[in-house]
RNA sequence: CGAAGGAAUCGGAUGACCGCUGCAUAUUUAUAUGGAGAGGAAAGUCUGGGCUUCACGGAAAGACGACGCUGAAUAACGUUCAGGAAGGGUUUUUUGCCCUUACGGCUAGUGCUGCAGAAAAUUAAACUACCUCUAUUGCCCUCGUGGCAUAAGAGGAAAAGGUGAGAAGGUGCGGUAAGAGCGCACCGCGAAUUUGGCAACAAAUUUGGCAUGGUAAACCCCGUCGGAAGCAAGACCAAAUAGGGGCUGCAUUUAUAUAUGCUUGUCAUAUAUGAAAGAUGCUUUCCGCAUCGCAGCUCGGGUAGGUCGCUUGAGAUAUUUGGUAACAAAUAUCCUAGAUGAAUGGUCAUCCCUUGAUUUUAUCAAGGACAGAACCCAGCUUAUAGAUUUCUUCGACAU
RNA sequence: GGCGCGGUGGCAGAGAGGCUAUGCAGCGGAUUGCAACUCCGUGUACACCGGUUCAACUCCGGUCCGUGCCU
């Protein structure tokens, strides 16, 4: 988990709620056990991530956080290896919970490979 | 010592490394350094306020809603404290102790009270049963104005039975044809007076003679309080697009004047001035409906977005004083999260606690309750592993 | 974050202090040569926990779940 900073490439967050909707309507979709990536290509050349944990998959806030802040460090170990100028949207469920760290990144590469947007 | 219940407090500790979000300082303006970073319930949004906007000349009444023993506390409350009353637990009983209570009024009015039962609410009713009188019939004998039983009728009474949540005071004695607060004693209830208490209320005395079944978490009456909505309140700055107002220019229709052209006209084009009378579409007419342009400048409203509101406050800690207490006052010290798709986390080490295993008093393994600020306070309610303190009751053992 | 509304059989849906209607679906029977339609019968419910009341689905308080609006 020690990730510098400056390796990222530039990124932000989404934080507009049409934002979410336009990735979710018309972006791709993969399911994995641990988590759900959207994506959708933008014109800006830069990578926007956001994170959906709905009450629907813990009635608990502190569990809600806890899945959040797991997909974050997902993100941040990963990110290197997306393709730039593209949406990322991680939605959490049940199983992020309690699916060990090593395989939720695992889940996050397949993904991407299957969405074909890994890169080495 | 153990168990149950009530109340209160705490809610793993220390250090290192890597992250995340504000703040301060520095400069290279995105980095470094420093320091800060969830709760007792942050939860439910159930009450009461602050604050903001809207409404309103002021006040009162009505309507609607909430609350309701008394006194105090508080900014206020449906909260808290103290007291009273009622109910429950404990105790052989009383006292005592502990717990609970939406605890004004059904003797202001109106309603409701199923089924069952004879009868369900002002002097109610008469199924069984009771008594008296009239009187039929039968039996008995001492043969009478007799006794016993009894169909029917008239009346008395509300004691007993059964129904029901509830049957119009309860128990006992007297009384009576049988009975009845009809009378008396005690108890309950109502009224008045006196005493104690700020009061709720309590006690005593006198008196009434039972009138007042229950239900107001039924309508309602009485008293007190309340304008409404909420930080997604609201204030400010302010793109793009669309639309609105104003100004200028062009365009459209028409009238007049002038100039030019040649086809010499009720012609065409241009310019100037005035008017907007109108034009187009819905096949035509009347009626009706719809639309009225283009470019530039400018004005204000206002969306996205941003900034403020935003954390110094009925503030925290300590001490003293007043008060039974809730709480209040004084003095000193301190500043203690402020995010907005929303930070407050992860790993390791040592210790603490729990569970399990090994076997033995140490190792190993797994784990650490409920739960996450969103404008801020005061409460209430609900969730909560474990630990500690304290009160009450019960049980066991010892003295 | 704030403000509201609701919860009744398998499904829909009334009722409202005194045994909870009705329709559809299910099951059994009648009718029919066999079915449909029709007729008859039948089982299964008041989200949960307390309180008021003689009696609560209904009234009051709390909990859980579902759902709408404010951007």
């Known amino acids: 988990m020690n990730i510098n900073k400056k390796e990222l490439p530039a990124n932000e967050m989404l934080t507009a709620r049409s934002d979410f909707v336009t990735v979710q309507s018309k972006g791709k979709k993969w399911v994995s056990?641990?988590?759900?990536?959207?994506m959708r290509k933008n014109d800006l050349g830069i990578i926007r991530t956001?994170?959906?944990?709905?009450?629907?998959?813990?009635?608990?806030?502190v569990m809600r956080n806890r899945i959040k802040r797991r997909l974050r460090s997902v993100?941040?170990?990963?990110?290197?290896?997306?393709t730039n100028g593209y949406d990322y949207i991680l939605v959490g469920r049940k199983l992020t919970l309690t699916r060990p760290?090593?395989?939720l990144i695992n889940d996050f590469k397949w993904c991407l490979k299957k969405t074909e947007l890994y890169k080495k």
């Open 33 to 38: 056990n641990g988590l759900i990536l959207q």
């Open 101 to 103: 760290y090593n395989d």
């Open 75 to 82: 993100m941040a170990e990963v990110l290197p290896n997306a």
């Open 50 to 61: 956001g994170y959906t944990v709905s009450k629907k998959v813990d009635k608990s806030a």
